[in-house]
């Protein structure tokens, strides 16, 4: 059944991405000013300072930071490749403890023209060889399954089951899966895979926006919610009942949206994420 409507911000996290022309202060700013205390951080907007700087504005912002993101692009033909890879992720979870991320999201990549069963194996042993770095640092690595027109070349995991299978064979409490409801809302599997989720134990995150039925776009035209057919509020019930208590993360990629007032932009998510989520 549906989960209750919202009434607070207090759950509410948002994806510095889904505000992209922003830098990571001027996201600090605007998120504070509408009460949300929870931030995605994307790599790049640590560029201009470092993560250990990051991880301080934060800090003094009073902001919690639910996530680093992205990790993963594992797969590749060339065995070098792949090992830089694996060292980037490394990085990427050192990245993630200096700005006090807790977990690191996982895009796992695709080649095109390699077999999903070969790009699966990569992943997952890419995904392995992290892990002791992973607990190490006290930072979780969460698979974020895509959207399947995404196989060929962004990620060759695009379902819920699909992690779910890559968390049974490593089995670490230090790996799980990032539910999005863009990349996973038609899957009639779905609310069963939550559940065993969070029966697992692996069910780290939530990530909410809409799809736009006559999409223009297939990677930069996500919607705000309620401005397409996922209905949020019923998956949400879902991984409420699966014992999910943590952030409700915003996250869109949208041309028309990242062209506008961003100051804007981001009451329109409060209002959006108050009536549709």
């Not at 994307?42 to 300072?49: A, Q, T």
């Not at 895509?146 to 089951?161: E, K, Y």
């Not at 029966?199 to 297939?218: E, P, S």
Request: net charge neutral; glycine share 8%.
């Amino acid at each position: 059944m549906p989960a209750s409507p919202i009434t607070d911000l207090s759950r509410l996290a948002i994806h510095t991405m889904t505000n992209k022309p922003w830098s990571l202060a001027q996201c600090i700013e605007g998120y504070s000013r509408i009460g949300v205390k929870g931030i995605s951080v994307w790599r790049n907007v640590l560029e201009p300072m470092g993560a250990k700087e990051a991880g301080k504005m934060l800090r003094d912002a009073g902001m919690t930071a639910v996530s680093l993101v992205r990790g993963g692009f594992f797969p590749a033909t060339e065995a070098t490749a792949r090992q830089k890879a694996i060292d980037d992720n490394r990085q990427c979870i050192d990245e993630a403890a200096a700005i006090g991320a807790p977990m690191v999201v996982l895009v796992c990549g695709a080649v095109p023209g390699m077999s999903m069963h070969e790009a699966r194996n990569q992943i997952k042993d890419g995904i392995a060889a992290l892990l002791p770095h992973a607990q190490a640092s006290k930072v979780k690595l969460a698979i974020e399954p895509l959207h399947p027109m995404f196989a060929a070349d962004r990620s060759a995991i695009n379902t819920m089951a699909q992690a779910r299978r890559i968390c049974q064979a490593l089995r670490s409490e230090w790996l799980g899966i990032a539910c999005d409801v863009y990349h996973v809302w038609w899957d009639e599997d779905l609310e069963n895979e939550i559940k065993l989720a969070g029966q697992q134990k692996t069910l780290f995150a939530f990530h909410i926006c809409d799809w736009r039925v006559n999409t223009r776009d297939l990677l930069n035209d996500r919607g705000l919610m309620g401005e397409g057919c996922i209905n949020i509020r019923q998956i949400r019930g879902w991984v409420e009942e699966a014992g999910f208590r943590g952030w409700n993360e915003v996250e869109i990629f949208s041309n028309e949206r990242w062209a506008g007032d961003q100051t804007k932009y981001v009451d329109q998510i409060r209002e959006a994420y108050l009536k549709f989520s």
